[in-house]
């Protein structure tokens, strides 16, 4: 018996983790490093940046405790098995393309992309290499929000008939978010938060879409945007900001109760399931560690470890639905200006 645990010790300690890069040095990159340590099987080694800005790459790497440093995408993607991108959002589908095309999984930040084609032809790609394509929105992968879903699913509250959520931030200064050049705006950055919930116990068959928008009138972008989806069985109501601020919380309305989660909701630490008998009101609480950027993290890791490819926690489906939506707000569908 003893020896039997020794080998498994052993062959445990030699167990190769995943070598993982990762694409951009931003804010969120920096998150990111600090979330790697507490995953396991998996290496975060080395970071890719333009060539034109070699300094602070070489700054972050040697901050963040990295090995390497790569300013050549093909290179970079040839000395690791997997990365994540953290990179501005026009570069998303370029970069995660050439990942999967030399054989590697990749986890990107969100929206994926700015387009249902484009999503679509990544999950194809994906799928045709048998390789994992995951997009990074840390709400769907958190213990909370997963907890909450099943909750609402249930039939708890009843039949649900009305889902409001809200995430606003207000921003300032010379920052990717604002700018039109850079696809910046309440949609592209918060929405695909908002629309987890909707597509999650609405699904993706929604009758009708609108947006009502507050726009900065210099650079052209949404501060700030309502989101209505009528379905056949209830209505979706999100709203998103970074310029007008509001209570982020999410609201989950049923025919025998709803559940209120105060903000911000995206944490999803807290909920309240509450009756019209208060006295059969139930509170959930869940813990929501550091950032939550370890939650993706280590779903990524668990399914290029198993034999899965798709997750259930945010499914290929709903992820290019998301993409979808954005793409018919920046194509002016339905778009009313305020």
Known sequence: ???????????????RKIKLGMAG???IATRFVEESVFVNDVDLT???GLASDQENLKKFKESHGLSFY??????????????YIATPHLTHFEYTKKALEKGKHVLCEKPL???AVEASEL????LKKRLVLLEAVKTAYSPGFLELIKIAESGFIGKIKNIDATFTKLVEGPVRELKKSMAGG?????????LLPAVKLFGLAYKDIMFYSFFDEKEKIDLFTKIVLVYREGIFTGKVGLGVKSEGDLIISGTKGYIYVPAPWWKTEFFEVRFEDFNKNKQFSFAFEGDGLRYELSEFVRLINGK??????LTVQESEGISAIIEKFLNGCNLTMI
Do not use: P
Request: cysteine-free; aromatic content about 10%; charged content about 25%.
């Open 113 to 115: 992309t700015l387009s």
């Open 1 to 15: 018996m003893s020896e039997s645990l020794t080998e498994k010790r052993t062959q445990s300690q030699k167990k």
């Open 123 to 126: 999950y194809n790609l994906a």
């Open 308 to 313: 899965e490819r798709e997750s259930t926690m």
């Open 25 to 27: 040095y931003g804010r």
């Open 186 to 194: 309440s949609m592209t950055e918060l929405s695909s938060y908002i």
């Open 70 to 83: 790569e300013s050549n995408y093909d290179r970079f993607l040839n000395i690791i098995d997997a990365v």
């Open 46 to 48: 080395g970071v890719f």
